[in-house]
């Protein structure tokens, strides 16, 4: 080989290296998490603001690596044919087409582009500071033929200057939690509970009116103080024969500032009366999301839960907002659903029928149907189309329930399992 032919070998090694940048740099910029590109610029990363300018323009970025790429890939075809020509004559042509391809496809395109895709930041970033002065330096080539491309684009109805941004939908945000792997140990699943509130309403979670620890002041004024004594909630409903006919809130602390001033001879019913405060009452319907921010525009810590017509359904707090969030924080392990849920050694389970059918699912990982009835006594009935009078047995898809126990025109007790964990029957 003489020494020209040594500067054309040399050649075209460099543009198969520069052939090469383009390729990767094209795959890098398209590969990047456009979230986590955001977040490094925000927080004063210089090559990610580089790259985020780049990729707001993604027809001008395209548009300056095609016209490098292509440029450096003719240039080096070139070169190639008149190098083969220079040392096999013209039977080399066809060999330096073969072969070049070959070379080209392995080394400037498959194997920096598999490169890219597997690490985009860390060719991005660097190309990112070739790119952005190549850009000025061809800008008036790049922006004729963006024009055209653009016009083209602009025929066919696409606005190419719409491709800048991203953005997910909640369940898209979910799945990006869920396999974040290290990044969110442990708080997974309290940020999906967040990102699910606007889907789960106050009628949800709240406490059944048959659950309702309050006072009846239709009741003697002794079992009113009882109830107040044996209390463990600082704050109660008060009502007058019905629970539609609701006269307030009595606060506990009220009360010990009486007894504190007077003595107990001071509580009578007039004076409890006195002590109420005005109940906050919402629909059913608000999403969960939206009462927990009317709780604090408020300052309320409970209300009580009314229907389209305005009667009592319940009552929710904040801390049952709360708990929807972060789980079950209470140390009252009364009211936890867990102490609802009773394991037995054939693999099903004793379930109080109260208990709501959000709390199964989420302690038993389970998918019992939640569209209708929200507890597990109203799924029962619902299935049934009747109030059973005695214990029966009944399939839902995916779980079989057998109802234990029946008073006051309630279901109490029913067993539940999963069809694939149900236990043998006996002979």
Not at 98 to 117: C, D, R, Y
Not at 197 to 213: G, H, K
Request: aromatic content about 6%; hydrophobic content about 45%.
């Amino acid at each position: 080989m003489s020494e020209q032919d040594w500067w054309l070998a040399g050649s075209l090694v460099i543009l198969l290296m520069m052939s090469a940048f383009f390729s990767s740099s094209e795959t890098g910029m398209m590969s990047l998490n456009r979230m986590a590109l955001k977040h490094n610029a925000r927080i004063g990363n210089k090559s990610a603001r580089r790259v985020k300018k780049l990729l707001d323009r993604p027809d001008r970025l395209i548009g300056v690596i095609l016209i490098g790429n292509n440029f450096v890939n003719i240039l080096a075809s070139a070169i190639a044919t008149v190098l083969a020509t220079h040392l096999f004559g013209e039977a080399g042509i066809a060999a330096a087409t073969l072969s070049l391809t070959l070379v080209v496809l392995i080394f400037a395109e498959v194997t920096p582009k598999t490169l890219a895709v597997l690490h985009p930041e860390k060719i991005a970033y660097p190309a990112s500071w070739v790119l952005t002065p190549l850009l000025k330096v061809l800008y008036p080539l790049v922006w004729l033929v963006n024009l055209i491309s653009n016009s083209l684009l602009n025929w066919l109805g696409v606005d190419s200057k719409s491709g800048g941004e991203q953005s997910l939908s909640r369940d898209e945000l979910k799945t990006v939690v869920w396999e974040s792997g290290h990044g969110i140990p442990k708080r997974r699943a309290m940020v999906t509970r967040i990102l699910d509130l606007e889907q789960v309403t106050v009628n949800d979670i709240l406490v059944n009116r048959n659950e309702v620890f309050g006072l009846d002041m239709a009741e003697p004024l002794d079992e009113i103080l009882d109830a107040i004594r044996s209390s463990n909630h600082t704050r109660l409903p008060v009502w007058d024969g019905d629970q539609n006919n609701l006269l307030g809130i009595l606060h506990l602390r009220s009360i010990s500032r009486l007894l504190s001033a007077l003595g107990d001879s001071a509580l009578d019913k007039s004076r409890l009366i006195d002590l109420l405060e005005e109940p906050y009452f919402i629909p059913e319907s608000t999403p969960l999301h939206t009462q927990l921010f009317n709780f604090q525009k408020h300052r309320e810590r409970m209300a009580l839960v009314v229907d389209e017509y305005g009667d009592f359904e319940g009552l929710c707090t904040i801390d049952d907002i709360l708990e929807e969030i972060v789980g079950d924080y209470t140390t009252d392990h009364a009211q936890s659903a867990s102490t609802d849920l009773h394991p037995q050694e054939d693999g099903s389970w004793l379930i109080d029928a109260s208990t709501y059918i959000r709390d199964i699912n989420r302690e038993l990982n389970w998918d019992l149907p939640t569209d209708g009835p929200k507890t597990l006594n109203g799924l029962i009935v619902e299935q049934l189309e009747m109030l059973p009078d005695n214990a029966v047995s009944l399939m839902i898809p995916g779980y079989r329930l057998e109802v234990l126990s029946i008073r006051d025109r309630r279901i109490r007790t029913a067993r539940i399992w999963r069809i694939n964990e149900a236990p043998e029957e006996q002979e």
